[in-house]
Structure formats: C-alpha cells, structure tokens
C-alpha cells in the first residue's frame, strides 16, 4: 500500500495523505494533553477531534489490511489454476487415461483399454470455487434452476450448487498408459447438475435426469467414457513420466515355439506356446478367460474352434496367469500381433510405477485339415519399466 496515497478524509476542509493524517493525530494528541494540565475536563473539541481522527485512521486500515488466510486463499487459487487444464469446450466425458495434446486437448485411443475409475465428492472450497466459476465462464449453468453470472464471486456462490463438484480419478495410477514425453490426463472435474446454455435451450421442457454418480461414494466404476446423469467436465489434470527416473529392460527379439516354455528369470515369468483346439463333436468352447489378441476375435469368439495361446505365468503367487489367443480357425486377418500391458503396480517404498508389457508378432501359421499344427513362426519381446511420474502444470508444455 503506497503511504503517500490520498484519502477521502479531511480536515477543516483539506485533503490528507495517510501520513498525514498520522502526524494530526500526534499532533492534536499533544495538544488535548496540555489542554488537560491547565483546564479540569480539558477541551471538549480536541476530545471529539482525536476519536473522529482515530476512527477514520483504523477503518481505513482495517479496509486495506490483507489478513494472512486471505493470502494464503489467494496463494492456493493460484496453484489450482496452475494444476488444471480448461478445454476448449466442456463435455461429459472424463477421458481418464488419455493422452492430452496442445491444440486438441484429449486424444482418445480407440484400441486402449478400458481404466477402472473412481468418483469422490470434492470437499476443497478452492477447488469448488474454480470449478464451478471456470464452468460459468465457458457459458455453463445450473440445471437446477438456480444461475450464477460469470465473473461471481466464490463466497456467494451458493453451497448446494458448489457440492455438486466431483473427482474423477483412475483407480490406480499404474493403470495409465504412460509413454515418454507425452501427458496424460490422471483427473478429471466435472460439475454435477450442469449443462452449457446453448445446448439447455434446445432441451427447454425436458425433464432432467438426476446423477447416478453418488458424491463422496468411492467405489471403483467398471471403464465407461462418461458418468451417468447431466454434468460437465471443466478441468483436467495431467501427469507425465519424469524422464529423470525412466528405467527400461528389454529382452529384445526371441523365437517362440510350440510347446516349449520359455523362462524370464529377471522378470520372474515364464511364457509357453501351444495350440488350442475344440475336439470334433464336442460342444465345449474354447475357455472364456482367453485374452483375445483383437477387437474382431473377441467378438466372434464364441464361433472360435481353434486359437493359438501364449500363455504367462510368474513365479509370483499374488499374479495371476495370462492367456493370450490368436484366431486360428476361422482366420481374422489383421490378427497376429499383440502389444500391451501385462503387470504393473505402484512401489509403495519409491512411489515408482513397476509394469511389464509383451509384444508379440505371429509371422507365418497354417492348420492342417485335421485342425494340426502345419506352420508356425513367431517372435515376442518382454520389456520391464519403471518410472516416477510428476504433475504437469500450466507453462510446462510451452517449453
């Protein structure tokens, strides 16, 4: 606050600085006490003078004063700003697991697989505040019927409308795709009973349909693009490998071959090739835990009558066995190789994300008649990594 600033405040008539009006004050003090040495009540207009004085020193200050929960308020609006990314347009999808680009802002993978996501209620005013007000500034509302103009301030925001903010987060971080050098979106803000204007107009009459999304209720949501009921995302926030910390261990190219087993002693793993076939007459089908190596033979997988199976087993008793099948009668072109992730876990002692990913390429295969093995060749590679991740924040993608 600049000391030589001027006030409203005056004194017979003429405009006073702040510090001006200090030295009155002392001034005038000095004289009300030597008043009061040669009168008995001293005089009543010195009296009257000073506490007019004082109390137009105090209100004034008091007015410009900023108290320490107010900076510290303003300090924390300033990082949540920092922390989050505003699209372009809000939507209804929280696109966790994501890449996030510059210009386009989430690109979705089709062929990813789906996140296991969670929803809590938000209880942090701050994170409330901007939520709700960044939806505001891109041309959102209510849809219970109470609107709030752009620009408001957060303390009148009413209390119903800003409970209606949610977080939207994977399960476990250890589950996002992550790749070196590129963001993804780890969380997601979406504003509960809101809509954008221009899209409530065309709905005028309809009835609304509450959220199935029930605030502060932790429970884990099987994949899905979006929640139920209306609402809108308004900001994400990323994360990235901190390139620092990045560890990468591959077993490079190795032939497989049927029937026999391969062993991963670093890796603790052991991988094992065969073909698996539905004997003639039999009504039974090949079993139904198989991770098909496409979209297409998963979905004719009950039409399946023979498939080849990599199949991946740890020494590690808490991991699960993993069985990979390829079509191999009928035939699926586009179907012979398989890239992904197999394991990963978050180490609690390095906060570092452990996982494992498989690639694998069948080169040439063929059945005989009698649905027998008559050609195969193919290749797999097993890649260890681990890795810190850090928040990525507003600036950082400029550089």
Known sequence: MEMERKTDYGIY??????????KSILILSKEWKMKRRFTKNGDDRFTKLSIFLTAVIISYLAGCATTPMETHQKGMESITEKEYF??????????????????????EDPGSSDIRIKVEKSFNTMQQNFAYNVGVSL????????????????????????????????????????EPNIPYITEALRLG?????????????????????????????????????????????????????????DSGSIALELDKTIDFPKANLFVRSYLRAIEPGSRQPLPRNLLWACDQANAKAKDMVAAWIIELRSTDPKRKSLQIAFPAFPKIEDCQSFSGVIYSRIDPLTDKIIRQKINITIIQEELSDSLKPKKWEARMSLVDESFNIKLVKQGDLEK
């Open 193 to 249: 009973h809101f809509a954008l204007k221009s899209e409530m107009a065309g709905k005028a009459g309809v009835g609304v349909i509450g959220s199935s999304v029930q605030g502060g209720v932790k429970g884990a949501m099987e994949g899905g693009a979006g929640t139920a009921g209306d609402g809108l995302v308004v900001a994400y926030k990323l994360h990235m490998i901190d390139s620092k910390t990045y560890a990468k261990l």
């Open 13 to 22: 008539g003429q405009t006073l600085s702040n510090q001006e009006l200090w």
């Open 139 to 178: 041309g959102g509302q209510s849809t219970k019927g109470a609107t709030v103009e752009a620009g408001v301030e957060a303390g009148k925001a009413k209390k119903g409308q800003l409970e209606d903010v949610q977080i939207i987060s994977p399960v476990s971080l250890a589950d996002v795709p992550f």
């Open 86 to 107: 505003v699209p372009k347009k809000p939507v209804d999808r929280h696109y966790i697991g994501s890449a996030w680009s510059k210009q386009f802002g989430p690109v």
